[in-house]
């Protein structure tokens, strides 16, 4: 059975964003503000979630966020591609400003009483070895490796849900804590996945080069 993560949707949503983006461009906009925003963003709203604890209702600043950081993700991605602004510091920033922001956005539930710090720490470790499995398809031969089931869009729906419940007053119980759990073990199944996924790629590129 093939695995699905949130990625896949990906074209459908820069496909909403499509006007937007020509705007921007059209407004001397460029990619690279557009990532390093999301990134300072990212870092804002995490430490304002979490230094204002016991006040959890700004939890509730993380989910909506997120949602922001995804389409910044989106525009800043369409502005490089579709408007001729990729560049090799563009590619820096767009990986590097990703990692940050998952650490950002995942340090903040240390200060919840319920979770154990050891269980937030490997999250968000987990969050950087995933991404970093795919980013060494490259130099392996293959591609940039996006395959689920845990991804990057993934990791900001979880995180959002668990910041919607906790800044609407819920608790955290063995519940939740097994979750969060569960997602740590789909995060190493994923970085496993692409690990296996561009070593087959790259056999693949051998062989056929070999034949050619």
């Not at 997120?66 to 591609?81: K, P, Q, S």
């Not at 940050?100 to 919840?112: G, K, N, R, Y």
């Not at 795919?134 to 910041?163: C, E, H, M």
């Amino acid at each position: 059975m093939r695995l699905m993560s949130l990625y896949a949707l990906k074209p459908r949503f820069q496909n909403l964003l499509r006007p937007l983006t020509v705007w921007l461009a059209r407004h001397g906009v460029t990619a690279n503000q557009v990532t390093v925003a999301a990134a300072a963003g990212s870092v804002a709203v995490g430490a304002l979630a979490a230094l204002r604890f016991p006040n959890t209702s700004l939890f509730l600043l993380i989910p909506v966020w997120l949602f922001v950081r995804m389409a910044l993700n989106a525009i800043d991605g369409m502005l490089a591609r579709e408007h001729g602004q990729k560049s090799t510091l563009g590619a820096y920033l767009n990986e590097l400003g990703d990692v940050v922001s998952d650490i950002a956005l995942a340090l903040p539930f240390l200060v919840m009483p319920a979770f154990a710090a050891a269980d937030v720490w490997l999250f968000a470790l987990m969050a950087v070895i995933v991404e970093c499995a795919g980013l060494i398809g490259p130099l392996a031969g293959a591609s940039r490796r996006y395959d689920g089931p845990f991804g990057k869009s993934d990791r900001a729906l979880a995180i959002g849900a668990f910041a919607l419940w906790i800044g609407a007053g819920g608790t955290v119980d063995e519940i939740g804590l097994g979750i969060w759990r569960v997602l740590i073990v789909l995060s190493v199944v994923t970085a496993i996945r692409r690990v296996r996924a561009g070593i087959a790629e790259a056999s693949r590129a051998r062989v056929d080069a070999n034949v050619n």
